[in-house]
């Protein structure tokens, strides 16, 4: 006897969508600020292939970057009605996201209240 996999309400798949777009948008930050604090000398990429296209083609890496983003949550936003290990990571990655684009956002804001930027 086969069990039918269950989806989800069409409520949850939404707000789960929702993350999936604060998902894209998070990483478009993570991105250009990346790219900026690297330059500025104040950060650096834990990603040792993307730090070594950062150092090689900068403009590059904020596409790439972009592009494979939409890839996945792309393939997230496919699978979610139906894939508890999509939801899985839409949520395991929504988390750090937010709170490293909080971080950003928190050193942008810093750096222009001290006429730094």
Do not use: Q
């Amino acid at each position: 006897m086969k069990t039918k996999k269950k989806e989800i309400s069409l409520k949850s798949v939404r707000k789960y969508k929702l993350m999936l777009i604060g998902l894209v948008f998070f990483n478009i930050i993570d991105a250009i600020s990346t790219y900026y604090f690297v330059v500025m000398g104040g950060a650096e990429e834990l990603n040792p292939i993307m730090d070594y296209l950062l150092g090689v083609n900068p403009e590059l890496f904020i596409v790439l970057k972009i592009i494979l983003m939409f890839v996945f949550a792309g393939l997230f936003w496919k699978f979610l009605p139906h894939s508890k290990m999509a939801r899985i990571a839409t949520v395991g990655c929504f988390v750090p996201y937010s709170l490293l684009a909080i971080y950003y956002v928190v050193g942008w804001i810093y750096l222009g209240y001290h006429g730094m930027l």
